[in-house]
């Protein structure tokens, strides 16, 4: 709990600072008060966990960003291509991708992760796993998914086979 | 231009101004970057009106959110050199990487729930030169069904 309070205290602080960028004494006071105020809130609404505060895996999921950045590039001109075809030839599909991810957060991740890789598209989220609606029936194949969604559970901090 | 010229003469190799190599490469460079996202955002703009069903269409609006927006901020930061703009644009990035699919999301759950059907197998789009006169009087006998 006090790590969480540290922990989100600090990243308050370094977010305020770069969006105000003032450092007169009643300015900075200001923003001292606003963070131990938003921190307090959070510790009486009882949501001080590791989903509010998912900073400590910072480094990992910055590195997942990178890799995913890389995976966006590539579907977008996937994507491109079918859009800017005469005849456009499109093949809408419907399939189930499993989730092996095993908190929340991992599996939010990784349906995001879908939904921003343009042509897949995460629907619904349910016991068996992600509803996801593909653009083109070549990306419609639940094993390209598998690599994805280890890495994001990775991001998070869950232990995978990676 | 008489004071280079002097100070060329003078100096024995090539004498290569760094400074306005910089500006022109930073300038050529963020120019590239924010033209790119241009060309993405008109290509999800031409998609959205080109694809068939809502489904199809939200994979059009997909590019704009992420190739799109990403190149024209990536592209602006260039343009401010390093400040504390840099860091804000940064965080803007940042959260359009993860606000975006969470209202994608949001709206493709909301129309599966309310009972909206994808429309699913091969789609081509139709062509034009079997659409017998103008396309003006093709629309508005679509539009119309005179």
């Given at each position: 709990m006090v790590r969480f309070a540290v922990v989100l205290s600090i990243i308050m602080s370094l977010y305020w600072l770069t969006l105000s960028f003032y450092f007169e004494p009643l300015i900075m006071g200001f923003g001292v008060a606003s963070v131990l105020f938003t921190v307090g809130l959070c510790y009486r609404m009882r949501i001080l966990d590791a989903e509010t505060v998912?900073?400590?895996h910072m480094p990992t999921t910055l590195a997942y960003f990178r890799w995913l950045f890389v995976e966006v590039v590539k579907a977008n001109f996937a994507v491109v291509k079918a859009v800017l075809r005469p005849d456009m030839e499109i093949s809408p599909t419907l399939l189930t991708v499993p989730t092996p991810q095993t908190s929340d957060i991992g599996k939010t991740m990784f349906a995001n992760s879908i939904t921003l890789?343009?042509?897949?598209?995460?629907m619904d989220i349910g016991e068996d796993g992600i509803l996801v609606h593909a653009l083109l029936s070549e990306m419609a194949?639940?094993?390209?998914f598998k690599e994805m969604g280890e890495r994001s559970g990775w991001s998070v901090g869950e232990e995978t086979s990676l | 231009m008489a004071a280079d010229k002097a100070h060329g003469t003078q100096s024995v190799g090539v004498d290569i101004p760094w400074d306005a190599v910089l500006d022109w490469g930073l300038a050529l460079a963020s120019s590239g970057l924010i033209l790119s996202g241009v060309f993405f955002v008109l290509a999800g703009a031409l998609g959205v009106l080109r694809m068939p069903d809502f489904f199809t269409r939200m994979h059009a609006a997909g590019m704009t959110d992420t190739l799109g927006a990403e190149f024209i901020l990536f592209g602006l930061i260039l343009q401010t050199g390093f400040s504390q703009m840099t860091l804000k644009l940064l965080l803007v990035a940042f959260f359009l990487f993860l606000t975006s699919p969470t209202a994608t999301h949001a709206i493709a759950n909301a129309a599966l729930k309310s009972g909206l059907k994808p429309q699913l197998g091969t789609y081509k789009a139709p062509d034009?030169?079997?659409?017998?006169?103008?396309s003006n009087e093709a629309d508005s006998d679509k539009a119309g069904g005179h």
């Open positions: 998912p900073y400590l890789t343009p042509g897949t598209v995460s194949n639940a094993d390209d | 034009l030169s079997q659409i017998e006169g103008s």
